[in-house]
């Protein structure tokens, strides 16, 4: 069975600062993943996606992630963080469904306060 | 380009009714995905299609019923609604084989049960 970590519920930064989310994947094969961003009352925008190949990923909003098989991680990076970034971020590791198409799986959150 | 439309944004029910959370997407998918999110437990899959006509249980199906008569719309039933039922619905569509595994995500649909 597939299951998606997020160990930080909560964190703050200060505006400009660095950003890093953590994220820990248990999959059997080779995981297809994803960060997620959802601000308040809005739903799921993709942020970035690995599914093979460079193990460091670019997305939008300046995020990237690294792919770590060894430590079976996809942490989720921004060099200087925005005051519009604070919202919850979700990480999640693809598995194919029985008859076809792909089950997410999500961790639980991290929600990003940015202070001023 | 609409991308995948949810209906309503917000509901309130009560203890028994029942109502369809609707789900259309303009982009041709074929596979089509209901979703709810509790606070601290991340997305749940309720249930899935991978095509007109195919539906499939999720993780927590128990209390909800689908149908999906055409690639555009996948709607959720709940016929009687519980307090449990509680929580923010999300809807989401992707290409299919060979398309990538990106799935897109409708805004929600919040609802209330008392």
């Known amino acids: 069975a597939q299951s998606v970590t997020q160990p930080d519920i909560h964190i703050t930064v200060s505006e400009g600062a660095s950003l890093e989310l953590r994220c820990n994947y248990s999959?059997?094969?080779?995981?297809?993943l994803f960060w997620y961003v959802q601000s308040p009352g809005q739903g799921l925008q993709l942020l970035l996606k690995?599914?093979?190949?460079?193990?460091l990923v670019q997305g939008i909003k300046g995020f990237e992630a690294e792919f770590k098989r060894s430590q079976s991680s996809f942490n989720l990076r921004k060099p200087s963080v925005h005051w519009s970034d604070a919202a919850e971020y979700f990480c999640?590791?693809?598995?194919?469904?029985?008859?076809?198409?792909?089950?997410?799986?999500f961790g639980t959150g991290t929600q990003l306060k940015v202070e001023l | 380009n609409a991308g995948v439309t949810q209906t309503p944004k917000f509901r309130i029910l009560k203890i028994g009714q029942s109502m369809t959370l609707q789900c259309a997407q303009d982009?041709?998918?074929?596979?089509m995905y209901w979703y709810r999110q509790d606070p601290g437990m991340g997305l749940k899959l309720i249930y899935y299609?991978?095509?007109?006509?195919?539906?499939d249980k999720g993780e927590v199906p128990n209390g909800y019923n689908v149908s999906r008569s055409t690639t555009e719309d996948f709607p959720l039933r709940l016929e009687l609604a519980a307090p449990s039922q509680t929580s923010v619905y999300f809807c989401?569509?992707?290409?299919?084989?060979?398309?990538?595994?990106?799935?897109?995500f409708g805004e929600g649909s919040w609802l209330t049960v008392v």
């Open positions: 989401a569509s992707r290409p299919g084989q060979g398309s990538g595994n990106t799935i897109y």
């Open positions: 999959y059997g094969a080779t995981p297809y």
């Open positions: 690995y599914f093979s190949g460079d193990t």
């Open positions: 999640a590791v693809a598995r194919p469904l029985t008859g076809g198409g792909n089950k997410l799986t």
């Open positions: 982009m041709n998918h074929n596979y």
């Open positions: 299609s991978v095509g007109a006509g195919i539906t």
